[in-house]
Nanobody
């Protein structure tokens, strides 16, 4: 049984920073591509950032490029998203996800999802 558990969400003022984390347990997905998505109220879930299984390659959505940084610690099997210069438009539930297959870039299929963590940016 695979489990992805996000943490670190909260309330932050515009211009502030926040880091969310995602711990992965269960069936070993240590070497799978991971990503962050987010969903704002009334909107579709959207891609934020992804990182390859070895951590060497990253990709970002245009509206977070230069402000957000995705990283991973394979020894701890944990994924991170550091968010800087936050704006109210970043308010959303942030979800981490993992590829169902190992050693793939881009991901084959994001089959495993966490329950999400709320990030709220006040103006």
């Amino acid at each position: 049984q695979v489990q992805l558990v996000e943490s670190g969400g909260g309330l932050v003022q515009a211009g502030g920073s926040l880091t969310v984390s995602c711990a992965v347990s269960g069936r070993t997905l240590r070497w799978s591509t991971r990503a962050w998505f987010r969903q704002a109220p009334g909107k579709e879930r959207e891609f934020v950032a992804a990182i390859s299984w070895d951590g060497d390659t990253t990709t970002y959505a245009d509206d977070v490029k230069g402000r957000f940084t995705i990283s991973r610690d394979n020894a701890e099997n944990t994924l991170y998203l550091q968010m800087n210069s936050l704006t109210p438009e970043d308010t959303a539930v942030y979800y981490c996800t993992a590829d169902s297959r190992l050693y793939r870039w881009p991901a084959y299929e994001y089959a495993y999802w966490g329950q999400g963590t709320q990030v709220t940016v006040s103006s």
